[in-house]
């Protein structure tokens, strides 16, 4: 059973670094989201791709962040010039737009970033 | 826009005790889906159910129950006869519009649950 994978899972960076993450989605799932989550809170929407297509992107999401699918498959998440703010566990989820399962999102286990 | 939100910050019961988490939404569409997501201590969000706004249907899986109430604006998680193994930090959240949305999730601040033996 392949789940949605990340990678890596850790990632210790100097404040002002360029990082990328790395988003496997299940097979089959043509939706693919990114969240960020912080110590204590509920995960917050950043940007999702249906297929190649980037639909939507958060406020949150500023010129210094920027994401791809470009094959439909897998995605990358990039933060450049990286920020203490930027410290957080970025979660990506995938899902299908069809069958039963429609709009039930799985989640990857994420990748913690701490910007020092 | 949409919004979710868990009162409950942190509940701590003694294994079989029962436990009920609220979640309260906030939403202008007609159409929506609610879900619940578990978070144990190894960080990765599982998924436990998901409702649509027309079916308020209350739901049991084994220990896990639903109680979905539009009226209220409510979707609320009973464990029943909790478990060590149930001590995580619960998630419930909310995505708007039909099959043509985004349907990305606006989540609350979550439940942390403690069972202790």
């Known amino acids: 059973d392949t789940g949605v994978s990340q990678n890596p899972r850790h990632k210790i960076t100097k404040r002002g670094q360029n990082v990328t993450f790395r988003c496997d989605p299940i097979?089959?799932?043509?939706?693919l989201y990114w969240y960020r989550q912080t110590l204590g809170q509920g995960p917050e929407f950043l940007t999702y791709?249906?297929?190649?297509?980037?639909?939507?992107k958060s406020r949150l999401l500023s010129d210094r962040f920027s994401a791809e699918r470009p094959k439909g498959s897998f995605s990358t998440l990039e933060i450049q010039r990286t920020e203490q703010g930027d410290s957080a566990m970025y979660l990506c989820a995938s899902s299908s737009t069809r069958g039963a399962s429609y709009n039930e999102q799985f989640f990857g286990p994420g990748t913690r970033l701490t910007v020092l | 826009a949409q919004k979710v939100t868990q009162a409950q910050t942190e509940i701590s019961v003694v294994e079989k005790e029962d436990v009920t988490l609220d979640c309260v939404y906030e939403t202008r569409d007609t159409t929506y889906y609610l879900f619940w997501y578990k978070q144990p201590p190894s960080g990765e969000l599982v998924f436990l159910i998901r409702?649509?706004?027309?079916?308020?249907q209350n739901e049991i899986s084994g220990r896990y129950s639903w109680n979905f109430q539009k009226s209220t604006s409510s979707f609320n998680f009973t464990i029943t006869a909790s478990q060590v193994v149930d001590s995580a930090v619960y998630f419930c959240?909310?995505?708007?519009?039909?099959?043509?949305?985004?349907?990305?999730?606006?989540f609350g601040g979550g439940t942390r649950v403690l069972v202790k033996p």
């Open positions: 959240a909310l995505s708007e519009g039909g099959k043509a949305a985004g349907n990305k999730l606006t």
């Open positions: 097979s089959e799932h043509n939706r």
């Open positions: 791709f249906q297929n190649e297509a980037q639909l939507e």
């Open positions: 409702r649509n706004s027309f079916d308020e």
